[in-house]
């Protein structure tokens, strides 16, 4: 082979013929280091050796970006790794993977906790089941959103969740000492809800660990650790115990009478007389509701629905509740987004005020509901069936009670509160013949 000492005037006017399909220019300096150009191609700067027998090739790089005392050095480089018994492309090819993997380490290392919880609410789910339950994963919204919206209700606007604070921060740095001071200063707003926001944070963390994407990233036991465990309240702290007593019960009623929306009355009083959650009550439709064969089917927590007996009294009230033109929703509420009753919070806050009761939230109507049930004499069971329970025994798996089962014991349950509430109800009265005594 011909070779030249390289310069740049040379390097430049170096073309391919038009009747060859690549030429070659080597370099007189430095053995190995040519100059390679195609018909059509732009010219290269390579190194051509010798390597356990056959003859290598390799590209260094285009002339318009490599001067020609670096591509010099650069052949020598690959010479002497051929002297050292080594493949230089082997040796590039472990360089070009040890750079890929360090790239994709510093990638995976920036994640941010909100890219990752953006996949969790996406992809995510409970275990053993295939997708999130509306409530949760509205809870789960709430509590990582950002603020800033309008209230709905009230003037101003709505403060970050008590996630919010994490979703810029890297996975990897969501250690136990991180989430112990996230706690403590979201703890300042509600502990209650602070408690809730680490139980969610545990459980994503989890999720993380067993997504390909995010193996190793985050640490799956953070939320577990005793800096932060040590901080959250007790189970027996943080456990509601609100309800209505027996003696309550007609100063409740009386509040009731006092409601000029009906619709709200008509919804508490379900809550108190069927047990449910208040989303599952809020959730009935008419087309849910028997007035035939009286009963009721309603959104289940833990199955896909559950069937009440729908009771007397209940059925009178429903009846009397006013059907709008395409709203499906028994307690309608032409108002809000949703088309149903949404907030009735200040509505069963009236009751109380009137009634002279201390603070009873709304859940604590269903806890009111298992007492006046245990003071009634229902069994356990078909109370705990009612509320939508899990069976609390194996023998109450093996013999789930019918609706026409359960309905003696849903009668009893609500003749027992109208009494103690001092409600006079005939069943066979016609609606609107209800009052309090």
């Not at 430095?30 to 700067?45: D, H, K, Q, S």
Request: aromatic fraction near 8%; glycine fraction near 10%.
């Amino acid at each position: 082979m011909a070779k030249i000492a390289f310069t740049a005037p040379r390097v430049a006017g170096f073309k391919c013929p038009d009747d060859k399909a690549q030429a070659f220019l080597w370099d007189a300096k430095c053995p190995g280091l040519g100059l390679r150009a195609t018909r059509n191609g732009r010219p290269a700067f390579i190194f051509q050796s010798e390597f356990d027998g056959k003859t290598i090739r390799m590209t260094i790089g285009d002339p318009a970006t490599w001067r020609i005392p670096d591509a010099q050095v650069k052949a020598r480089e690959l010479q002497q790794i051929i002297d050292a018994g080594r493949d230089p492309r082997a040796v590039k090819a472990e360089a070009v993977a040890r750079d890929v993997a360090a790239r994709e380490v510093a990638r995976q290392e920036a994640v941010l906790f909100g890219e990752a919880w953006a996949a969790y609410i996406e992809r995510g789910s409970p275990r053993k089941k295939l997708s999130w339950k509306p409530r949760y994963l509205a809870d789960m919204k709430k509590m990582a959103a950002p603020g800033g919206e309008p209230k709905k209700r009230g003037k101003g606007l709505t403060l970050p969740g008590p996630i919010a604070p994490l979703m810029g921060k890297r996975l990897k740095d969501i250690t136990p000492r991180a989430l112990k001071a996230w706690h403590e200063e979201q703890a300042k707003r509600g502990v209650a809800q602070a408690a809730r926001a680490v139980q969610i944070v545990s459980g994503f963390l989890r999720w993380c660990s067993a997504e390909d994407a995010y193996e190793g990233l985050a640490d799956p036991l953070a939320a577990r650790d005793p800096k932060v465990q040590d901080r959250l309240p007790s189970a027996a702290a943080s456990h509601r115990t609100d309800a209505l007593g027996e003696g309550q019960l007609a100063a409740w009623f009386g509040g009731i009478g006092q409601i000029t929306n009906r619709t709200a009355a008509a919804y508490l009083q379900g809550l108190l007389l069927t047990g449910a959650r208040r989303e599952e009550l809020a959730a009935l439709k008419w087309s849910d509701v028997d007035f035939r064969w009286k009963k009721i089917t309603i959104a289940d927590k833990v199955g896909d629905t559950r069937t009440l007996p729908l009771s007397p009294y209940l059925s009178a009230i429903l009846e009397q509740l006013p059907r709008l033109d395409g709203n499906p929703f028994v307690f309608a509420s032409p108002g809000a987004r949703s088309g149903r009753i949404a907030d009735p919070r200040s509505a069963h806050a009236a009751v109380l005020k009137h009634g002279g009761i201390d603070h009873v939230t709304l859940h604590g109507l269903r806890r009111t509901f298992a007492l006046m049930g245990e003071q009634a004499g229902c069994p356990a069971g078909a109370i705990a069936q009612v509320m939508g329970h899990r069976p609390g025994s194996m023998s109450e798996r093996y013999k789930p009670r019918t609706v026409d089962q359960l309905r003696p014991y849903l009668e009893r349950l609500e003749a027992f509160v109208l009494e103690q509430g001092g409600v006079s109800f005939v069943p066979t009265s016609e609606p609107g013949k209800l009052r309090v005594v």
